[in-house]
């Protein structure tokens, strides 16, 4: 590995101006693909599998007219203080604002409040419900327009008018603050390198490589059906690994200059050592991101194999262009201990010899091993408390800022009628093999008129065949509360009994269902998706590290590091700890997909910072130092880059935090604060602790496992035989032929 990774890299660096052209290419390629592609729609959403998507896709059939997958929307009406919504002159405006929205030419149905019950029994508000042909993301701009249009013509009567439901869903808007992200990893690359060229190198790979990957997302996405979230993930984690792994090549390349070598030999040498550490580093985050195929829900899968694919672009560009920008920028880039004269390279000379920050601390470390691991672990648990109290859900128009419209619809729907209202469940009776079609449904009605948190049920409505029927549920409880679950199921459990009897099908759905169902169906696949990401990714730190105990120890710190996160995401986004700071308006349950989701990302990113941390230690190690020096060596060469790394990381995902998606913003938050405590507290403090424990124990392996793996030289060894220790002529002939090969 690491010899052809130098070949690769010495080749790059001389064939710079092909590698170049090669890599513009691919973006101006992917972006005229994006420019001209048509406009992707809203990404569809289903659960296969699940009772609520096969009651969704038998609506399909039986109810084609139906729409059951179309968006919708609730105008909301209140009456002016001391007036009934019923009075002649309310009544009125209502009336005509439901005849102006019948206009739509995507509208299926307009209820009228009036006739439809669904006037509050104060007499203050009313609501219309309006259904529309194609799924809320879709809608012309001309149908929402519409909406809000018919709205503000009502609230000119004196009324308080308010629209919800998805039919106003809109893509949401990223905020300055991921530019604020890029611009905090720039002056940290600044601060690490000392020139703003070689600090300049990385951020151009990664925003090459996420110009690649989000523009070919953007081209492929109305004919793979990816939605906005897929490249705002992809984007997210490109840029924040494209930075690193670009990082810590130009860091080995800075060091091997330090040591005397060539400027080729030098790029060679970084990739064929640093590069190899990339290499795997993206291999585990590959296999976190693509294994979430394991939970089965399409929209999952696609955002982790999108994300992948941004991922893998960002080792090939770290590998090959890196390289290549190396040979154009030439002595702009100073060895290691060396800054610009700009940024105060004179006064760095002085401080060459003095021990960095990361070797005082791991030589601390090695001292205090077990004060230093007991005290991480200490904090790492009391950060994962709140975990324990966790509760999923996904986010409905009552999570939204009290400053939007879709908010105070719900707020005022749940005033006039219960909260209830704002997530009614869709009983559908699949009578076709029953006897007596009518009579099962009236059954199914009046079994469910008889349980708990119950507040209304409607009459069945049947299909033209008069075999199938629908019937809503209004629950008393809120869309996301623990009793309107409990009612799903009871209802559910009562359709067993009732199909056996009748012989008819009774199946729960509606978008509360579905929610239900979502989260259910992500938490039975956790842990499998555990042991198979955990399982494949521990193989191959066993290959990198030739150890059976590093990559279990590695294991470990990253399940101490995501349950802290998740403690915070509950303490933030759940409890509503730093709410304000965090932009947080309304707290509540977490999303559903949040803990597959960071143990999926977090695992990736948690073992990059292991393989580049510990494989400086497992190449002093092999090259002869003594355990405890070795884990200094490591931290003297590692400590600051993987320090730099973090803290970009931590930037890019906290400029997330600033989104308008509650989703995204979740995301950000938790993969920053994971990062924190992964780098900060498990890699740098909690790894060296446990090595210095070990001791060599650390590094056994069996003979016959040793013997069985494929030596992958991560630590460069095959290179270190070289004659003159690497230091060769550039003009010498065999190394161009080397550079041939």
């Known amino acids: 590995m690491a010899t052809f990774l130098y070949r690769l890299g010495r080749l790059a660096f001389r064939r710079r101006h092909f590698v170049a052209l090669i890599w513009v290419a691919l973006l101006t390629l992917a972006g005229v693909g994006a420019a001209t592609a048509p406009t992707a729609g809203a990404s569809s959403f289903s659960i296969p599998g699940t009772e609520a998507q096969k009651a969704f896709d038998l609506l399909e059939q039986r109810f084609p007219g139906m729409s059951a997958n179309g968006g919708t929307a609730h105008v909301v009406f209140k009456a002016p203080g001391g007036q009934k919504i019923t009075a002649a002159d309310n009544k009125a405006v209502v009336e005509k604002t439901v005849k102006e929205l019948r206009g739509g030419s995507e509208v299926v149905s307009v209820t009228d409040p009036y006739t439809a019950h669904a006037v509050s029994k104060d007499g203050t508000i009313a609501y219309t419900s309006v259904k529309y042909k194609v799924p809320g993301m879709e809608l012309k701009d001309s149908s929402k327009d519409a909406l809000t249009d018919a709205a503000h013509h009502a609230q000119a009567g004196g009324m308080t008018v308010e629209v919800g439901g998805d039919a106003l869903q809109a893509v949401p808007k990223e905020g300055a603050s991921e530019i604020v992200g890029i611009a905090v990893a720039a002056v940290v690359l600044v601060i690490t390198f000392g020139s703003l060229v070689a600090a300049g190198l990385p951020l151009l790979t990664a925003l090459i490589g996420v110009g690649i990957g989000v523009s070919t997302i953007t081209a492929l996405a109305n004919a793979l059906d990816l939605g906005t979230t897929t490249s705002t993930l992809a984007m997210m984690i490109g840029l924040a690994v494209g930075i690193d792994y670009a990082l810590f090549i130009v860091s080995r390349y800075r060091a091997e200059l330090a040591e005397g070598r060539e400027r080729e030999e030098a790029a060679g040498r970084a990739v064929g050592t640093a590069g190899s550490a990339v290499v795997f580093a993206g291999l585990t985050v590959v296999i976190a991101l693509v294994g979430l195929s394991v939970v089965n829900i399409p929209m999952l899968t696609k955002m982790g194999v999108a994300a992948a694919g941004t991922v893998a672009l960002a080792v090939l560009i770290a590998l090959t262009m890196i390289p290549a920008l190396l040979g154009y920028a030439g002595r702009t880039v100073k060895p290691a201990g060396e800054k610009s004269k700009l940024l105060g390279g004179a006064r760095a000379a002085a401080k060459k010899d003095k021990p960095n920050m990361g070797t005082r601390w791991a030589s601390f470390v090695v001292r205090r091993p077990v004060a230093v691991l007991l005290l991480g672990i200490v904090a790492l648990g009391a950060a994962a408390v709140p975990a324990s109290k966790l509760e999923l859900g996904l986010p409905d128009d009552g999570s939204k800022p009290v400053s939007t419209t879709q908010r105070r619809a719900y707020d005022l729907l749940a005033e006039g009628f219960g909260p209830g209202v704002n997530g009614p469940l869709m009983v559908v009776v699949d009578a076709k093999a029953s006897e007596h079609p009518k009579t099962a449904a009236t059954k199914v009605s009046d079994d469910i008129k008889g349980m708990n948190n119950v507040g209304a049920v409607t009459p069945a409505t049947f299909d033209k065949s ?48 579905m929610n239900i169902d979502f989260s259910q169906k992500v938490n039975d696949a956790l842990i499998p998706y555990l042991a198979l990401v955990v399982g494949l990714a521990f193989l191959l730190l066993i290959v990198v590290f030739r150890s059976i105990l590093v990559p279990l120890k590695a294991a470990l710190g990253f399940l101490l590091s995501v349950t802290a996160a998740l403690g915070a995401v509950v303490a933030v986004f759940q409890w509503g700890w730093l709410s304000g700071l965090m932009g947080v308006e309304e707290t509540g349950p977490v999303m559903s997909m949040m803990p597959i989701f960071m143990v999926g990302v977090v695992f990736g990113l948690a073992m990059d910072y292991e393989v580049f941390l510990v494989t400086r230690m497992r190449e002093a190690y092999v090259h002869g130092e003594a355990p405890g020096q070795a884990i200094v060596t490591g931290f003297r060469h590692g400590a600051r880059v993987v320090t730099a790394a973090a803290i970009i990381m931590i ?67 095959g290179l270190r035989t070289s004659a003159d220790d690497g230091r060769k002529d550039p003009d010498n002939d065999q190394d161009r032929e080397l550079v041939r090969a």
């Open 466 to 513: 008069g075999d199938t029927a629908v019937i809503t549920v209004i629950p008393k409880s809120k869309p996301s509360g623990a009793t309107t679950e409990d009612l799903v199921h009871g209802i559910r459990r009562a359709g067993a009994g009732i199909t056996a009897d009748t012989g008819a099908k009774v199946l729960v759905t509606g978008t509360t269902a």
């Open 651 to 717: 930037a890019v995902f906290s400029g997330f935090i600033g989104s308008d998606d509650s989703m995204i913003k979740m995301i950000g938050f938790g993969l920053a604060i994971a990062v924190f405590f992964d780098a900060f507290i498990v890699r740098m403090a909690l790894v060296p602790a446990v090595l210095a424990l070990l001791g060599k124990k650390a590094w056994w392996l069996p003979r016959w496992l040793d013997r069985a793996l494929p030596n992958v030289d991560v630590e460069g060894e």
